[in-house]
């Protein structure tokens, strides 16, 4: 009975891997809209990408993206950006302006990392440091520490002139600055972060 229970295992690793193989290629085509660095959620009307398991499409974001040229309307990340190195972010830039449709947007989330920089010049926290793990020590430094190593998670950080030179290196026309968008950003991030919405 043992070469049975082999030979399921076989045919059920088999299946897994070709169901992860051919999940982008199938799903693109569905959607309009991509979010990536989404954690393992599923989200109505999105496609969701992320490298841990849970999400629509499992994958690295530091590869080419499994899509074709021109495919949707509209990406969003929440607080994704500033978890890569310069190259490997100018190449997510990249592919993300690829992938979307001429004219789609980009819209994004990320940390402003001015707040941090006027709360060292203050020398007061105010209300920022939240993540217990990131939290060194109540020295006004280790607020920048904080937000620009975030225990080893963050290698870019971003004020809007930043954000905008790295987004038009990237190729995209327009870039401009937007405010809280509840039907797509969590409430949860709002305190320390800055929108964005660049076209393509
Ligand atoms: C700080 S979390 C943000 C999650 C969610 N977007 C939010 O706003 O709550 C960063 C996310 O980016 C994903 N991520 C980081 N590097 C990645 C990579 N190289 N490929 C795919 N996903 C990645 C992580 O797995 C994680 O889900």
């Known amino acids: 009975m043992s070469w049975i229970r082999k030979f399921l295992s ?13 999940t982008p290629a199938q799903t ?27 999400a629509d499409v499992v994958w690295n974001l530091n590869k080419r993206l499994p899509f074709p040229d021109g495919c949707f309307e509209l990406i969003y990340s929440s607080h994704v950006l500033e978890h890569f190195e310069p190259k490997q972010l100018r190449s997510l830039l990249s592919e993300m302006q690829r992938v979307l449709k001429p004219g789609g947007v980009m819209s994004v989330c990320v940390p402003d990392a001015s707040l941090y ?17 990131a939290i060194l020590s109540d020295c006004p430094m280790d607020y920048l520490n904080y937000i620009f190593y975030m225990d080893g998670h963050h290698h870019m950080m971003f004020d809007e002139k ?24 969590s409430e949860v991030r709002q305190y320390e972060s800055m929108y964005a919405e660049c076209v393509k």
């Open 117 to 133: 920089v006027r709360a060292y010049i203050d020398g007061d926290p105010r209300d920022l440091l939240r993540h217990e793990p």
């Open 10 to 22: 076989v045919v059920y690793r088999r299946a897994v891997a070709i169901k992860y193989l051919l």
């Open 28 to 54: 693109w085509r569905k959607y309009q809209r991509l979010e990536i660095g989404s954690g393992p959620i599923k989200r109505s009307g999105w496609l969701t990408l992320d490298y841990c398991r849970g």
């Open 162 to 185: 930043s954000l905008r030179w790295h987004v038009t290196q990237a190729g995209f026309r327009e870039f401009r600055m937007r405010a809280f968008d509840p039907t797509m950003d």
